[in-house]
C-alpha cells in the first residue's frame, strides 16, 4: 500500500460526526459552557461546575478538541506502528478489505440498520475502566488547560466510529501515517463538535433527526463499497483515489 489518501478520511470524519451529537454532545456542551450536566452512556468522572466556567466558550472548545484530536493522533501512532502490514501484502489485502467492511458497518451504524459496532464499544470499556477515574484528577472543567487534560481523556471513550477509522490507520504501516490518519478523521469531527459546543442542543436536535442520519450513513457506506469494489478490480485507478482510502493497488 503506496500510502493512505487522507481527504476521504476527512469526509468520513465529517459525515460521522453526526454519531458524536449522541455520544459527545452533552459532554461538549457542558464542558465549554460549564451550564449543563452531561449525559453520556457512562456518567462523567467529575460534577460538571454550573456557572463557574472562567474563559470563553470559544477557548474551551478549542482546548477541549485539541485535547480530543492529539489522543486520536495517539491511538492512530500506537495502530500503525505496530501493525508492519506494508512488508505484507497478504495481510495488507486482508487489511485493506476489513477498512472498507468497517466503513461500511459504520454507514448502517449510523442509519441505525445494523448495531454491531455497538459491540466494539462495548469490548473498549475495559480500557475506559482505567481512563475515567483520571477525570477526578483534572478537576472541574474550568480553564482551558483543565479542557485540555479533560479532552485528553474524553479521546479514549469508546466509540465505534474511531474503531473503523482506526483499522485504516493500522492499514498505514507506520506510526507517523497512523497518525496522520486519526489527525485527519479528527480535523473532520471538528467543525461538528466545535458548533455543539458553541450552539449546543439545537444542533444536537437536528443531527438526530433520522433523515441526516441516513444520508451520512448512506455516503459513508459509499466510500465502503466503492473501496470493495476497488479491492475487486471492479473500479478504475483514474478517480478512484477521491472515494477510497488508498492511494495505489489494494494488493
Known amino acids: 500500500m503506496p500510502g493512505i489518501a487522507l481527504f476521504p478520511v476527512f469526509l468520513v470524519g465529517l459525515l460521522g460526526s453526526v454519531h458524536c451529537a449522541a ?24 460534577p460538571v461546575p454550573v456557572r463557574t466556567v472562567t474563559a470563553t466558550p470559544a477557548a474551551n472548545v478549542v482546548a477541549y478538541n485539541t485535547g480530543r484530536i492529539a489522543s486520536y493522533m495517539a491511538a492512530g501512532a500506537l495502530a500503525g506502528g505496530a501493525a508492519g502490514f506494508a512488508a505484507l501484502p497478504g495481510l495488507q489485502e486482508a487489511a485493506y478489505w476489513a477498512a472498507n467492511l468497517m466503513l461500511v ?9 445494523w448495531r454491531g459496532l455497538a459491540r466494539l ?29 479533560a479532552g485528553a481523556l474524553w479521546g479514549w471513550l469508546p ?15 507506520s506510526a507517523l501515517d497512523g497518525a496522520a ?10 467543525p ?12 444536537r436536535g ?16 459509499g466510500f ?17 483515489h477521491l472515494v477510497c482510502f488508498g492511494t495505489g493497488s489494494a494488493a
Open 121 to 149: 464499544e462495548q469490548g473498549g470499556q475495559a480500557l475506559w475502566r482505567h481512563v475515567r477515574p483520571l477525570l477526578r484528577r483534572v478537576g472541574p472543567p474550568s480553564t482551558p488547560g483543565r479542557m485540555l487534560a
Open 206 to 221: 437536528l443531527l438526530r433527526m433520522g433523515r441526516v442520519r441516513l444520508l451520512c450513513g448512506l455516503a459513508i457506506a
Open 224 to 240: 465502503g463499497l466503492a473501496g470493495l469494489a476497488r479491492a475487486a478490480g471492479g473500479l478504475p485507478e483514474s478517480w478512484v
Open 23 to 46: 455520544m459527545c454532545g452533552g459532554i461538549v456542551g457542558a464542558l465549554s459552557v460549564g451550564g449543563v450536566r452531561p449525559s453520556l452512556p457512562a456518567a462523567p468522572a467529575f
Open 159 to 173: 466509540c465505534g466510529m474511531v474503531y473503523s477509522v482506526l483499522v485504516t490507520a493500522m492499514l498505514s504501516g
Open 192 to 203: 461538528m463538535l466545535a458548533a455543539l459546543g458553541l450552539a449546543g442542543q439545537r444542533l
Open 105 to 113: 458497518a459504520l454507514g448502517l451504524f449510523l442509519m441505525d440498520a
Open 181 to 190: 490518519v486519526m489527525l485527519a478523521f479528527g480535523l473532520g469531527t471538528l
